[in-house]
């Protein structure tokens, strides 16, 4: 077992995760470790802003035609919330366990408001295709990827140093081939902080009606204009991106709610129809609502 492997499993014993999947926050906020102790078939997951290292194993990603895979030699950066249909392969008798960084937009107009200062290449000017990247662990990033381990063992620790370290892990990526993607998501005016801006608008606002005029106007884009880059974006069109993120929301409303009936969260994602809701439940996932277990 390596060191790594053996701090991740010290991590587990000490955040619940010992004996059962899933993800537990942690010391510092920004961050929570995952498990997963089998092999997953294909299933739709939802990668919310942030980065995300694994130790051992792997996850391959389908976005409808683009594919990726995601292990220990690499780390992913999401830079908008973004369904994924996913397959889980575990390593000989290890889990799958990492960390998920979530993305803070406070923080990362910090360090970019330092970092672009300083840096004059193109990276600032570079429009920025699509929503994940998937980024060798260089040894800058390793090494920083270790010390999270570290700190995560120690409350202490953990308070005093996690943000000068969360600062250099963005600096660091800032430096990466994504360093464009997370500098455009910052300028007000880019066309990924545009779509950003209505990415967020869905999300927080799932249970309204949303049309296409509505989101090229938040946008401040022409319609055919939005539509193309959205796609450019998120590789899914405005639409079928949407319903996405309302399974999904609906998806986690019926896990973590054990009074939470299947009418009842598919009108709190904007179904006006529980049969068809249901349908295109089935179709996504697999499987019935009725059948997610509660959480």
């Not at 990362?108 to 060798?136: A, W, Y």
């Not at 709610?257 to 068809?276: C, F, L, P, R």
Request: proline fraction near 2%.
């Amino acid at each position: 077992m390596t060191n790594d492997s053996m701090q991740l499993t010290n991590l587990c014993k000490l955040y619940g995760l010992e004996n059962k999947n899933g993800f537990a926050n942690t010391y510092i906020e920004e961050i929570k470790l995952f498990k997963v102790s089998s092999n997953e078939e294909l299933m739709p997951l939802l990668y919310k802003k942030g980065f995300s290292f694994v130790g051992s194993g792997k996850k391959i990603g389908y976005i409808n035609n683009v594919k990726f895979e995601h292990g220990y030699l690499d780390y992913l950066v999401i830079s908008s919330p973004q369904p994924v249909e996913c397959e889980t392969y575990i390593m000989g008798d290890e889990p799958l366990v990492g960390i998920y960084i979530t993305l803070d937009m406070n923080r990362l107009q910090k360090v970019v408001k330092k970092f672009t200062q300083f840096d004059s290449s193109d990276k600032i000017d570079k429009e920025v295709g699509f929503s994940i990247t998937c980024n060798n662990r260089t040894d800058v990033i390793q090494n920083i990827y270790g010390k999270f381990l570290a700190i995560l063992e120690d409350e202490i620790e953990s308070d005093i140093l996690a943000n000068g370290l969360l600062d250099e892990l963005y600096y660091r990526i800032l430096q990466s081939n994504s360093g464009s993607m997370l500098i455009q998501l910052c300028q007000k005016d880019s066309n990924l902080s545009k779509i950003s801006r209505v990415i967020d608008y869905i999300v927080e606002n799932i249970e309204q009606k949303i049309d296409l005029d509505e989101m090229a106007k938040l946008a401040d884009m022409s319609v055919n204009n939005f539509h193309k880059l959205f796609k450019q974006a998120m590789n899914d069109t405005p639409i079928q991106y949407i319903k996405k993120i309302r399974l999904e929301k609906a998806k986690q409303l019926i896990a973590y709610n054990n009074n939470m009936k299947v009418i009842e969260a598919s009108n709190a994602v904007g179904y006006d129809n529980v049969s068809q809701f249901s349908r295109e439940f089935k179709r996504y996932f697999g499987h019935p609502p009725s059948t997610i277990k509660k959480v």
